[in-house]
């Protein structure tokens, strides 16, 4: 069993940064891959970024390339995402999830999700 817990949404004006955490606690960690999705209201889940625990080699969505850093901090089992040049978009809840397959952007490969956390960019 995996938990995880996210923290850091809120609001941010359009251009500026975010970084959003997530504390992991349960399983063997070291086998694992970390991901972040995010879901919009009427929208399908989508896929953020994802990292692999062990070597921290990160795979990203083609629109977060560049402005989105996935890390993890294993010595306080955390996992972060810091989100910079957030566009104006419709709000969105960000998820953290678990999985053992070695950067995976499918969702149903992820076993483990936390309960997310909402983000608001705001124009």
């Known amino acids: 069993q995996v938990l995880l817990v996210e923290s850091g949404g809120g609001l941010v004006q359009a251009g500026g940064s975010l970084r959003l955490s997530c504390s992991v606690s349960?399983?063997?960690?070291?086998?694992?891959?970390m991901g972040w999705f995010r879901q919009a209201p009427g929208k399908e889940r989508e896929f953020v970024a994802t990292i692999w625990w062990s070597a921290g080699s990160t795979y990203y969505a083609d629109s977060m390339k560049g402005r989105f850093i996935i890390s993890r901090d294993s010595a306080k089992n955390m996992v972060y995402l810091q989100m910079n040049s957030l566009p104006p978009e419709d709000p969105a809840v960000y998820y953290c999830a678990a999985t053992t397959v070695d950067l995976s952007h499918d969702q149903n490969e992820y076993y483990y999700w936390g309960q997310g956390t909402q983000v608001t960019v705001s124009s």
């Open positions: 349960g399983r063997t960690i070291s086998r694992i891959a």
